[in-house]
């Protein structure tokens, strides 16, 4: 069966402080991995799209990693500021015929001052 | 771009009455997505469009819930009658080239049904 699982399912850090966010999935055949922001009364935002072949991947202060051999990823977080505070969602597309995309149920981060 | 634009962003309805829900695409874009989401299940595609035509609408929950897309600029999801376990936000998403690549998101109706 296609799954994401997402962990934690909540994080409270301090600003400033680094974080991972991690994601563990069951997806085959495997297309790509997606890693969105979504801010409380938004709609999600896309971070990073990582392939089979892409190991690490950033955007600012956001890096995602993928280890296609364990089916799992990680989204790294440097110097938090409070406008990380959202939930962060993990999705993956199934490729070929499948052809579906399988979502994480995501980790809230709360980022204090 | 103006993005995704959806409307309305809120709407409160009592059980038993349609609800149509409305999204304009990001110009260009030919794949157009309806996604609904909720605490409980997260986010969930509904029916997706390539070129306007329905490609997969096996996430529709029910016959109650219908989409059309009767040009590149313009998709409805109409849910006729509601039901308070619809109540959720619903968002329209598009892309370019297809569901694997970048899909970019609307802000998203709030849907209450009383």
């Known amino acids: 069966k296609n799954q994401v699982e997402q962990s934690p399912q909540s994080l409270i850090i301090l600003e400033g402080k680094n974080c991972t966010l991690q994601?563990?999935?069951?997806?085959?055949?495997?297309?790509?991995l997606r890693w969105y922001k979504q801010d409380t009364g938004r709609g999600p935002v896309s971070l990073t799209i990582?392939?089979?072949?892409?190991n690490t991947k950033s955007n600012g202060r956001y890096t995602a990693t993928l280890d296609a051999d364990t089916k799992q990823s990680s989204l790294h977080i440097t110097a938090s500021q409070l406008s990380d505070s959202a939930s962060y969602i993990c999705v993956v597309s199934a490729g070929g015929a499948t052809n579906k995309l399988i979502f994480g149920t995501g980790t809230l981060l709360a980022v204090q001052p | 771009d103006a993005g995704v634009i959806q409307s309305p962003r809120h709407e409160v309805t009592e059980m038993g009455q349609e609800v149509t829900l409305r999204c304009k695409p990001i110009s260009g874009h030919d794949y157009l997505f309806w996604y609904r989401q909720t605490m409980m299940r997260g986010l969930e595609l509904l029916i997706y469009f390539n070129n306007n035509v329905p490609i997969d609408d096996s996430g529709m929950p029910e016959d109650r819930f219908s989409a059309k897309m009767p040009n590149a600029s313009f998709s409805t999801l109409k849910i006729q009658p509601s039901e308070p376990r619809d109540s959720a936000v619903y968002f329209c998403?598009?892309?370019?080239?297809?569901?694997?690549?970048?899909?970019?998101f609307g802000p998203g109706t709030r849907l209450t049904v009383t």
């Open positions: 998403a598009s892309s370019f080239s297809g569901i694997s690549y970048e899909q970019y």
């Open positions: 990582m392939t089979f072949s892409e």
């Open positions: 994601c563990n999935y069951t997806v085959s055949p495997f297309s790509n």
